[in-house]
Antibody, heavy 127, light 112 residues
Framework: QITLKESGPTLVKPTQTLTLTCTFSGFSLTSSGVGVGWIRQPPGQAPDWLALIYWDDDKFYSPSLNKRLTITKVTSRNQVILTVTSVDPVDTATYYC???????????????????WGPGIKVTVSS | DIVMTQSPDSLAVSLGERATINCKSSQSVLYSSNNKNYLAWYQQKPGQPPKLLIYWASTRESGVPDRFSGSGSGTDFTLTISRLQAEDVAVYYCEQYYTTPPSFGRGTKLEI
């Protein structure tokens, strides 16, 4: 059974760095094709994709936030970590980590379908 | 980025009736080499994360009731919930994964 859970601060001040940890079970980030993504959702708004990391350490970021995001994995701890630098009140959101559905089409791994999600962590950016 | 536009913003349907939610992408999400539409639907209930319902526009995720169905191709897609049940009250989002970053519609709130 796949489970994920986000942890980290729920209140951060503007200009600080936000560090969130996703701890998962039921799969391994050393297995070929496995990916874990981060998605955030501001209050009352649609989900907004942030970043993705693969088993082979390949990484992808939202172009609009690219310079502020870093995604890393700690395979020995079954964790994926997301850092967001220079936070602003507009970064207030519920942050989710999610397991990417493993599906392939001839010649490529398909990215962007998320079949298991953590419960989310609500982060507020305020002084 | 591909912009996803959903309609209507909200919808009220009687129990046992059919609900239809539309999603339009700003460019085609049909990949010609494999004839697949890179389009998913999610359901989100209050206080919960999104739940994957459908991907490839019409493939139901394991465990999703068959009253949920997806259709469409290219830029125009539909999520249909036949025989609406009380537990289907939620916000529904479409998502394209044709390009990175994947992008979501603004959601359709379904009420009884």
């Amino acid at each position: 059974q796949i489970t994920l859970k986000e942890s980290g601060p729920t209140l951060v001040k503007p200009t600080q760095t936000l560090t969130l940890t996703c701890t998962f079970s039921g799969f391994s980030l050393t297995s070929s094709g496995v990916g874990v993504g981060w998605i955030r959702q501001p209050p009352g708004q649609a989900p907004d994709w942030l970043a993705l990391i693969y088993w082979d350490d390949d990484k992808f970021y939202s172009p609009s936030l690219n310079k502020r995001l870093t995604i890393t994995k700690v395979t020995s701890r079954n964790q994926v970590i997301l850092t967001v630098t220079s936070v602003d009140p507009v970064d207030t959101a519920t942050y989710y980590c999610a397991h990417q559905l493993f599906t392939v089409v001839p010649g490529s791994l398909v990215s962007g379908i998320y079949d298991f999600w953590g419960p989310g962590i609500k982060v507020t950016v305020s002084s | 980025d591909i912009v996803m536009t959903q309609s209507p913003d909200s919808l009220a349907v009687s129990l046992g009736e059919r609900a239809t939610i539309n999603c339009k992408s700003s460019q085609s999400v049909l990949y010609s080499s494999n004839n697949k539409n890179y389009l998913a639907w999610y359901q989100q209930k209050p206080g919960q994360p999104p739940k994957l319902l459908i991907y490839w526009a019409s493939t139901r995720e394991s465990g999703v009731p068959d009253r949920f169905s997806g259709s469409g191709s290219g830029t125009d897609f539909t999520l249909t919930i036949s025989r609406l049940q009380a537990e289907d009250v939620a916000v529904y989002y479409c998502e394209q994964y044709y390009t990175t970053p994947p992008s979501f519609g603004r959601g359709t709130k379904l009420e009884i």
